[in-house]
């Protein structure tokens, strides 16, 4: 190989903490396409926490866009002892229950959005291979799981979401909902137990 | 310790927290009780079914929402003191510039379509498996390259001052199942994501056993010296 000669690439592992950390930089520093890709990279989780934890896809892709614009807002007030998804799954839980307070004083109950929800996602929940009737079954498995979740209270809920759905460890959920580790193992064994006696009491499996 | 106590401690015994003198009690305790083994095995199969709740996508775009209210705020200062008394949103050298830039970005980022190429059997509550792979922490041990690609076709005519960032996932059998550019001259994104596909991996472990992993990684291009006798 020639001197000087451009030739091959270095690949340079960054691990998600520093190369998030480049990325908050350059947000904080003004630049709007660092920001379009941190939208980019937490949108579908964003989405995702805020439609389980509301039951409604409109609502949470309103709430979705409210999380983002204060991220984007907040974003110089945010202190590293947390990661930034953390961080961002705190202001989800918030702005849902801020939300669901919304609808408690309107005395309006609008989590009833499940069918919605399923008819849109019918084609996208089909999967190469499956019958009809698999694609069925799953969404119906989805409603079922989606309807329980609802039922369970707020805090339950949260747990759970972040717990089973999104995989965060206690300590990350702890700094998510802003409570202690201990709270988040005690408050899970109970939401994890109301969820059973909804989906799976014991009788129906046998 | 009664049937009662025993399942106080379900929660615990599957996120592995449990200390391992009473998951052996725990252990023994289920195969020797049938009522308890039901309870278990439905808490199992409720989480389960919470851990298959399938990922959705919003009914429009996001980033295209929150770019167009940026840019509402940033273009009406009365509507910005409406909506956010106190705080300027946008220093106002900056908006016209960030909403440009919003706009050309658009296209930039680039969201290589997913491949699988290992089909992903379902773990316990499948963290760890392809379709939720781990990020690297302390705990988790990053996989290391065995097979790597060779970028030279994919990066040929690429100004030598360019760089990439790129998500790879690694699977459990060391494959990569998906390749995100993430930023960098989208020009490149393309065959630079074909390219990676090719690298393999001793996969990446937690806890002692393999794991998928999603790596991020910066790609630019070094100088290469030729050796100096
Ligand atoms: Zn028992």
């Known amino acids: ?66 999380v983002f614009l204060q ?14 998804r953390t961080w961002i799954y705190r202001i989800v839980v918030n702005l849902c229950r801020n939300r669901r307070r919304l609808w408690m004083r309107r005395r309006r109950d609008r989590s009833v959005g499940l069918e919605d929800l399923s008819a849109r996602d019918e084609s996208r929940l089909a999967q190469g291979g499956d019958s009809p009737y698999d694609t069925v079954r799953r969404r119906e498995q989805a409603e079922r799981v989606q309807r329980a979740l609802l039922a369970l ?52 499996t046998r | 310790m009664s049937c009662r106590d025993v399942r106080a401690m379900f929660s615990e015994y599957l996120d592995g927290e449990l200390a391992p003198a009473h998951a052996r009690f725990l252990a023994r305790h289920l195969e020797s009780c049938a009522a308890c083994r039901a309870e278990f095995d439905a808490l199992r199969c409720a989480l389960e079914m919470m851990a298959a709740l399938p990922r959705e996508s919003s009914p429009d775009p996001i980033a295209t929402r929150v770019r167009e209210r940026l840019e509402l705020e940033a273009r009406k200062p009365a509507v910005r003191h409406l909506l956010r008394p106190g705080r300027p949103l946008l220093r106002p050298r900056f908006a016209p510039v960030a909403v440009a830039a919003f706009c050309l970005m658009a296209l930039p980022i680039l969201m290589v379509p997913v491949r ?55 699977t459990r059998d060391g494959r ?39 790596l991020y990684r910066l790609i630019s291009r070094t100088e290469v010296r030729a050796p100096s006798t």
């Open chain 1, 71 to 84: 991220v984007y807002r907040t974003l110089g007030r945010f202190e590293e002892r947390s990661s930034l």
């Open chain 2, 116 to 170: 699988p190429t290992v089909p992903a059997p379902a773990g316990a509550l499948g963290f760890g498996s392809e379709s939720r792979p781990l990020s690297l922490s302390s705990d988790v041990l990053a996989p290391r390259l065995t097979q790597s690609a060779s970028l030279d076709d994919a990066l040929a005519g690429a100004p030598a001052d360019r760089s990439w960032f790129v998500e790879t996932v690694v």
């Open chain 1, 1 to 66: 190989m020639a001197a000087g000669e451009f030739a091959i690439a270095t690949v340079e592992t960054l691990g998600a903490a520093s190369a998030e950390r480049s990325l908050l930089e350059q947000c904080r520093g003004g630049d709007a396409a660092a920001f379009a890709r941190l939208v980019a990279l937490h949108e579908t989780m964003v989405f995702n926490l805020a439609l389980r934890m509301l039951g409604n896809p409109d609502e949470a892709r309103d709430v979705s866009q409210d």
């Open chain 1, 153 to 204: 209270s707020f805090d339950h809920r949260a747990v759970l979401v972040l717990r089973e759905v999104e995989g965060l460890t206690c300590e990350e959920i702890a700094h998510s909902l802003g409570i202690a580790e201990g709270t988040v193992k005690s408050r899970l064994a109970r939401a994890r137990d109301a969820l059973r006696a909804r989906l799976c009491a014991p009788e129906a």
């Open chain 2, 176 to 214: 990569v199942s998906a390749v995100r550019v993430l930023g960098g001259d989208a020009a490149y994104a393309a065959p630079l994501a074909d390219a990676l596909r090719q690298e393999r991996f001793e996969p990446g472990r937690f806890q002692g056993r393999p794991v998928a992993v999603s």
